[in-house]
């Protein structure tokens, strides 16, 4: 059975740190692995989708990386802003039919 | 343009009753799903369909029955509510089951049971 654990829950942070959010998986055959962002209230917005082939993936000040064999993933945000404080879930792909299973999530708070 | 919408944003029901939320997608996916958020934030999967087919069943009381009348639809009806129910419901889609395709998921419809 597949487990995501992300550790810590919370995370508080000054403005302009570079922090890393990590993320393991018990299961290492996975298809994919995905990042999450959740506002509070509201639903699940995407961030980055590496595939199981890949080692990481960029989008804007967002690095996701994926190390399959060791079942952990990191997902590093360069000069944090208040406007990152959200929360930040971890998904991982497995299964033949898709079962997209995920971690608790780490609540970030980045003081102005 | 919503990719994924549900409705409604937010129920609020008695014990005993019993309701469905509604889930449309307009990106021509071919699998939808819908995932529970409890209170302690925690997301896990319920059903999956494909093609109007039920995928993936995990463990959910049959007072829950998902119903999808065409591919760009997946409702799911609840009977009989009860207390432990209260939680965000949220629905996905994604292009197939047979590739790992990245899941769209939508708003989510806050349930509250009283």
């Known amino acids: 059975k597949q487990e995501v654990t992300q550790i810590p829950a919370a995370l508080s942070v000054p403005e302009g740190e570079n922090l890393v959010l990590n993320c393991s998986f018990t299961?290492?055959?996975?298809?994919?692995l995905q990042w999450f962002r959740q506002d509070p209230g509201k639903g699940l917005t995407s961030l980055l989708l590496?595939?199981?082939?890949?080692r990481e993936q960029t989008s804007g000040r967002l690095n996701a990386s994926l190390d399959k064999s060791s079942g952990r993933s990191t997902l590093y945000i360069a000069a944090s802003q208040p406007g990152d404080s959200a929360t930040y879930l971890c998904?991982?792909?497995?299964?033949?039919?898709?079962?997209?299973?995920f971690g608790k999530g780490i609540t970030l708070s980045v003081r102005p | 343009d919503t990719a994924v919408s549900q409705t409604p944003k937010y129920l609020v029901t008695q014990m005993g009753n019993d309701k469905s939320i509604k889930c449309e997608q307009n990106?021509?996916?071919?699998?939808m799903y819908w995932y529970k958020q409890d209170s302690k934030k925690f997301l896990k999967i319920m059903f999956s369909?494909?093609?109007?087919?039920?995928?993936i069943n995990e463990t959910v009381p049959n007072r829950f029955s998902p119903k999808s009348p065409d591919k760009a639809h997946l409702n799911l009806h609840i009977n009989s509510l009860e207390l432990g129910d209260s939680a965000v419901y949220f629905c996905?889609?994604?292009?197939?089951?047979?590739?790992?395709?990245?899941?769209?998921f939508g708003p989510g419809t806050r349930l509250t049971v009283t």
């Open positions: 998904a991982v792909l497995t299964g033949a039919n898709s079962k997209l299973t």
């Open positions: 996905a889609s994604s292009q197939s089951t047979r590739h790992p395709y990245e899941q769209y």
């Open positions: 590496i595939q199981s082939s890949q």
């Open positions: 369909y494909n093609n109007k087919e039920l995928i």
């Open positions: 299961d290492s055959a996975i298809y994919n």
């Open positions: 990106l021509g996916h071919d699998t």
